[in-house]
């Protein structure tokens, strides 16, 4: 019996697994290194858009998002300064082997202002974008601002942004005035998304005045506590509205390794499919929660660095639909970059996560 | 060479483990069916305290406990006879293989009277629990309610349910007024459960007025969504006010796999962490959330039959901290029960969630 190069290779490989498997240990390959990192929640700020928020914040009441932008719009802090310097930014980038930054403007973005004053933010902001990448176009991608409370308006620009300013998609920081989207006016934004085939990012804001009070006197305005129960009462609130019933091709990302839900999920589930069979509710969505979630959305890693959460969100929820993200420069891009180098999981899961999920997902340019 | 009986069996479950290594099957011993089964977040209803809860509904504003309470304050509804007919709840434990039910007074408890009447119902109820008990001393076990509305008069009825009823620590239905556990005024209840040496359950209650608006509308008045977000913004409020520094021997039952926390922790502690070492807050507590949990906190598994979930909060918290729950009458009993009889976990840690740990901590009877 004669045994080729590819037989002997193949018998080596068998054998080898079957020792490992008998002495309890994995056969561990040599780890990749080298990888097209490309991060895609990163935040930045248009200086026009901060210096308006911030005039905006010394002339108005006490909405928790004012908390949230008192350090990241003044140009003194060192937040200010890793939201608008690109130098130190593809500077941190490349001390890091990073190779790319997906933009978003950061919360609350324009949705704070008057429909006329966000708007025009909206297309100075998506400008500023467009610069930006221009100047670095290997280094940077982004995702179009809009200004939901003018919808019409947000419709417009959500063309410009992908048909002449070639942006990857939208950025809305969840609630408006306290509205969510699954109010019927915001439908025609929802509608653009579909129909131009790109994702809306949809990031974390201060909860809104509606729910203000429990979140206020220990400075639950941002991701210590209040983003989170913002942001999954819009998710669930968008689910109850029936929206990804009426737009089943939208797409939602989200971030903070799917923004706590995956907790609650098996339940939530549970609770409305049981409402679902008893009929009890006319307005019930066709799709539990989690269904809608494997269909409709895609979730980021952004700001976590716990392996067996993103071991269990992975399991629930398909490595197919999941990226990285830094939230650069909220958090530190060394540490954010050495967790998803060293985290325990396979390669192949790795370059999904770091890069070719991003490309298809965002049609951002291969190398 | 010999070989004794002794070493035989140790060589034949070696060579067992090897062939299960090798052809990937795990060793299964055969699994214990028969345990002592105890259900520790068993919800009842006094009459009274239903009748003047009804009552209140029908002549009070647009509170979302009063759509909570509708289903369940009405005699007419299959949900009231599961909250107040015992002799039904036997049957259905004793078709389940259900040994005991601690019971706690179905939410919002007496939290919505005036403290007067709150502290009247409350004496009526544990009564009544009190008396249920001492019909099946083997079958029931229970949680004193209080009215945190008068704190002062609480604390006397603490004193009272363990001294005098013999009763296993105390429900308390999260929030009373819009107001939570960090708040000062309640620390005589915090001061009297330590001193006393039982457990408060924290039950999740609708959300209160100040952040009712963007619960209302789609029903997430309970456990299809509200409940979550209630009861978490608890916690994070009783952490946030340092509650667990001033009573760090308190011990606080949550129920719901962890009420969704354990998607957000890493990210809490990962968040107040970065304040506490910045000292940016006089005020932050010295300990994480999740140190917190894993020092003061019991979790319990109602109304959550999903493996993955119970495996990752086991491994995150530890099985020593958690014991079995159906929710009767809100859940199947039979489900509850089933799912929890051929969970894939080991005997020992079954035997845990089933009863050990509820008999040490609630310190029951043991048989």
Chains 1, 2 share one sequence.
Request: proline letters at 6%; charged letters at 25%; aromatic letters at 8%.
């Amino acid at each position: 019996m004669t045994m080729d190069r590819r037989d002997f290779l193949t018998a080596s490989s068998a054998l080898g697994a079957a020792a490992a498997a008998t002495t309890g240990a994995r056969a561990q390959p040599r780890r990749r290194t080298s990888w097209r990192r490309i991060a895609v929640e990163e935040a930045f700020w248009t200086p026009a858009v901060a210096e308006a928020q911030r005039a905006l914040g010394l002339s108005s009441s006490r909405s928790l998002d004012f908390k949230t932008t008192r350090g990241t719009c003044d140009p003194r802090t060192p937040l200010y300064r890793g939201l608008t310097d690109f130098d130190e930014r593809l500077r941190v980038m490349d001390r890091d082997g990073v190779a790319m930054h997906l933009l978003s403007l950061t919360t609350p973005g324009v949705q704070m202002f008057d429909p006329e004053t966000g708007t025009a933010m909206a297309h100075i902001s998506n400008d500023h974008l467009a610069d930006v990448i221009a100047r670095h176009p290997t280094r940077f991608a982004g995702l179009g601002c809009i200004a939901p409370q003018s919808p019409k308006e947000a419709v417009k620009e959500m063309e410009r942004s992908i048909r002449q300013l070639n942006l990857s998609g939208f950025i809305i920081n969840s609630h408006t005035d306290g509205e969510f989207l699954d109010a019927p006016k915001y439908w025609p934004i929802l509608e653009a998304a579909e129909g131009l085939d790109r994702p809306i990012y949809l990031h974390p804001r201060s909860p809104p005045d509606s729910m203000l009070e429990p979140f206020d006197d220990y400075g639950f305005h941002n991701a210590r506590w209040g983003f989170q129960a913002e942001i999954s009462t819009h998710i669930m609130r968008m689910h109850a509205g029936k929206v990804f019933d009426r737009f089943p091709k939208l797409t939602i990302v989200i971030g903070h390794m799917g923004e706590g839900l995956f907790g609650n999920l098996w339940r939530i589930d549970h609770m409305s499919d049981a409402g679902r069979k008893r009929r009890t509710d006319p307005r019930s969505p066709d799709l539990t929660l989690s269904e809608v979630l494997k269909r409709n959305f895609y979730i980021t890693t952004s700001g976590v660095e716990h392996a067996p959460l993103m071991r269990f969100v992975m399991d629930q929820f398909g490595v197919d639909r999941m990226m990285w993200a830094i939230d650069y420069p909220y958090e530190d891009s060394a540490r954010a970059t050495a967790f998803m180098n060293q985290v325990d999981i396979p390669d192949a899961h790795k370059a999904q996560l770091f890069h070719l999920n991003a490309e298809r997902i965002f049609r951002l340019p291969t190398v």
